[in-house]
């Protein structure tokens, strides 16, 4: 079997997945500055646990982490640390685009009602390496892009054959009303919260009482919907940070801070410094 009939097989078109990013995260850094809520539209994100113990939250839920675990973040699909679990946690990240799985929406390796964490096992020293190997080579992106986008394949496959084996007949579970409609308000703040909205607002645009929507709210995803929209600017300010070289002042405009101060005020208060230092603080990082 040739690679293009190969990745056919797997693909619902002959090109190969690509790994646009690789991050490392240190246990000091991970213990004073948690990652909030984010969305990357256009890649999947592979979360790897290499130390530590903690939480994550994907697409709303909170799950417990340990070394050996992998968490899934599909494209589109929100996810982060929160600032009250902030733990020491040693870990890697990749970004992976150009991919198409049959049966799944683009750069997807799960399907939604799949649980995000998986937890490598026997082989968590293995893939562990994997995506240590990935970040040491994506230090020379210019001759060894090809050689990352490959192990990243090879990781993304083996994955993918972990997910069908441990929770191809996981069940679905019927939600409550409440939770659906926690649901619609999560997806309108995640639509919107870029712009200037208020509880009243947000209620009379949905028809829901603002009583109600701040309650239903904060009892499904534990803080309410205002903090909520904080932390999902606070958390695309970090992944703006670290994936490009946006200026601080165009990054508060974008998110919809009134001005770089109140951006750099509200970042130092949920990750602990302001933007320019974490942005030098990530790029900065070593494996010491």
Same mark, same amino acid.
């Given at each position: 079997m040739d690679s293009t009939d190969l990745l056919s097989s797997y693909f619902r078109n002959s090109q190969m997945p690509k790994c646009i990013n690789c991050h490392f995260i240190n246990e000091e850094h991970?213990?004073?500055?948690?990652?909030?809520?984010?969305?990357?539209?256009?890649y999947l994100e592979l979360f790897y646990v290499y130390s530590g113990t903690g939480q994550y939250m994907v697409d709303g =839920?909170?799950?417990?982490? =340990?070394? *050996?675990?992998v968490v899934i973040c599909n494209a589109g699909?929100?996810? *982060?640390?929160?600032?009250?679990?902030?733990?020491?946690? +040693?870990?890697?990240?990749?970004?992976?685009?150009?991919?198409s799985f049959h049966n799944?929406?683009?750069?997807?390796?799960?399907? +939604?009602? #799949?649980? /995000?964490?998986?937890?490598?096992?026997?082989? %968590?020293?293995?893939? *562990? @390496?994997?995506?240590r190997l990935i970040y040491l080579l994506s230090s020379d992106k210019k001759?060894?892009?090809?050689?990352? &986008?490959?192990?990243?394949?090879?990781?993304?496959? $083996?994955?993918?054959?972990?997910?069908?084996?441990r929770y191809r007949n996981e069940a679905i579970h019927t939600r409550s009303s409440a939770s659906a409609t926690a649901d619609r308000i999560r997806?309108?703040?995640?639509?919107?919260? +870029? @712009?200037?909205?208020? $509880? %009243?607002?947000?209620?009379?645009?949905?028809?829901? %009482? @603002?009583?109600?929507? %701040?309650?239903?709210?904060?009892?499904e995803f534990g803080v309410p919907p205002m903090q909520y929209v904080m932390k999902r600017r606070?958390? @695309?300010?970090? &992944?703006?940070?670290?994936?490009?070289?946006? /200026?601080? *002042?165009?990054?508060?405009?974008?998110?919809?801070f009134s001005s770089i101060s109140h951006l750099n005020t509200m970042f130092s208060k949920y990750i602990g410094i302001? /933007?320019? =230092?974490?942005?030098?603080?990530? +790029?900065?990082?070593?494996? #010491?």
């Open positions: 991970s213990s004073k500055h948690s990652f909030l809520p984010h969305i990357h539209d256009n =839920k909170y799950y417990d982490i =340990k070394e *050996g675990d699909i929100l996810h *982060g640390k929160s600032a009250e679990f902030a733990c020491n946690i +040693r870990s890697y990240s990749i970004g992976v685009t150009s991919l799944l929406p683009d750069n997807w390796i799960s399907s +939604r009602d #799949t649980l /995000p964490v998986i937890s490598c096992g026997m082989l %968590s020293g293995q893939i *562990g @390496e994997m995506f001759h060894l892009s090809t050689i990352c &986008n490959c192990i990243a394949l090879s990781l993304i496959l $083996l994955i993918r054959e972990m997910i069908l084996s997806h309108y703040l995640d639509q919107h919260y +870029r @712009e200037s909205l208020t $509880l %009243s607002a947000i209620g009379k645009t949905l028809n829901i %009482s @603002e009583y109600y929507l %701040s309650h239903i709210f904060k009892d606070i958390g @695309e300010a970090q &992944n703006l940070l670290m994936d490009t070289d946006m /200026p601080i *002042g165009d990054i508060a405009d974008y998110l919809g302001p /933007p320019g =230092k974490y942005r030098q603080s990530v +790029r900065n990082m070593d494996e #010491t």
